[in-house]
């Protein structure tokens, strides 16, 4: 099991950057493919960027693809995602997620374990 627990978010302007950061606490945190969702008030829980075990292989949504990029230290047991040239329709709850296995997966149900969010607000 892994406990979840994000960071950095927080209010920029549009065009901006702002990074978030999630730590994980428990074992064997280097066999877990890795997230990040978000959710706007009144949509879906949409997916963001993955990340896989070994950090070799990533997957981005088409919206934010050349600019966000999504990291992992297996040494901190951390996970981050840097975002670049930030929109207002980036304006979210920014979850990062966790499961079990090497492959990744690109939709919420694909994951067991969420962190709280952290806030994004990106202002035009």
């Known amino acids: 099991q892994v406990q979840l627990v994000e960071s950095g978010g927080g209010l920029v302007q549009a065009g901006g950057s702002l990074s978030v950061s999630c730590a994980a606490s428990g074992r064997f945190f280097s066999s877990y493919s890795m997230a990040w969702f978000r959710q706007a008030p009144g949509k879906e829980r949409e997916f963001v960027a993955a990340i896989n075990w070994n950090g070799y292989s990533t997957s981005y949504a088409d919206s934010v693809k050349g600019r966000f990029t999504i990291s992992r230290d297996n040494v901190k047991n951390t996970v981050s995602l840097q975002m670049t040239s930030l929109k207002p329709e980036d304006t979210a709850v920014y979850y990062c997620?966790?499961?079990?296995?090497?492959?990744?997966?690109?939709?919420?149900?694909?994951?067991?374990?969420w962190g709280q969010g952290t806030q994004v607000t990106v202002s035009p």
């Open positions: 997620a966790a499961v079990r296995q090497y492959v990744i997966a690109v939709v919420p149900g694909g994951y067991d374990y």
